[in-house]
């Protein structure tokens, strides 16, 4: 079956420092993968996209940016992060884009909460 | 330019009643419709689905309504529990393309 790893869970980090969160798909190959933010209270906002390995869309201008080194890895950096920064980051994966599959919906992480103070 | 309204974006119901979630897309090329439920520090999980072929789908006490004709979509929960009490989003993908998210519906059912 197929898992999404996401780590850390909690993270604290001052103004100024750099970001480095995680996630990996297990169970499946050649995943859409997909960086979420939320704003507490708030809805989904999509951060970045990959369909393949190097393959990254932004959807947002921000000093954020991501990387896809590996089929089923996918990290979120930042050189030096900003308070509204601050939220809850979610990694997601879907069946890859074209392919035919009945369920197409997203398997969601279980979040980085991060606060920058 | 928001592609799916969904409404109320809050919503208060009593243990039993009916809870019903509202969401409208514009994309003729969405042909699968997802809801998620996530639980206040986790992530969201998909809950239900349905394709456009169908005008109904049914999991337990939770219904989805899908009218194609006049691109709207509804979640409804059956006799509504406390541990429903969480925040509900409907999404619109297409297979050629990204999901598109409603803003989300915090539900809470009160004993």
């Known amino acids: 079956s197929q898992t999404i790893h996401q780590w850390p869970a909690t993270l604290v980090q001052p103004v100024g420092s750099p970001l480095s969160l995680e996630c990996t798909v297990e169970g499946t190959s050649n995943p859409n993968l997909y960086w979420y933010r939320q704003a507490a209270g708030r809805g989904l906002q999509l951060l970045f996209y990959?369909?393949?390995?190097?393959?990254i869309s932004s959807e947002v201008p921000q000093n954020l940016s991501a990387s896809r080194p590996q089929d089923r890895q996918f990290i979120l950096s930042s050189k030096k992060l900003l308070l509204s920064d601050s939220g809850f980051y979610l990694c997601?994966?879907?069946?890859?884009?074209?392919?035919?599959?009945?369920?197409?919906?997203?398997?969601f992480g279980s979040g980085t909460r991060l606060t920058v103070v | 330019q928001q592609q799916v309204k969904q409404s109320p974006q809050s919503l208060i119901v009593q243990k039993g009643g009916i809870s019903i979630i509202n969401c409208a897309y514009e994309?003729?090329?969405?042909?699968?419709f997802p809801w998620y439920q996530q639980f206040p520090g986790k992530g969201p999980a998909l809950l239900i689905a349905?394709?456009?072929?169908?005008s109904e789908k049914k999991e337990g006490r939770f219904t989805i309504s899908f009218n194609k004709s006049a691109k709207q979509f509804s979640l409804h929960i059956m006799d509504s529990q406390p541990g429903d009490s969480a925040t509900y989003f409907c999404?619109?993908?297409?297979?050629?393309?990204?999901?598109?998210f409603g803003d989300g519906t915090t539900l809470t059912v009160k004993p």
């Open positions: 997601a994966w879907s069946v890859h884009t074209g392919s035919y599959f009945l369920n197409y919906g997203y398997t």
């Open positions: 990959s369909v393949g390995i190097g393959q």
């Open positions: 999404a619109a993908n297409s297979r050629a393309g990204k999901s598109t």
């Open positions: 994309n003729t090329a969405f042909d699968y």
């Open positions: 349905i394709r456009p072929d169908v």
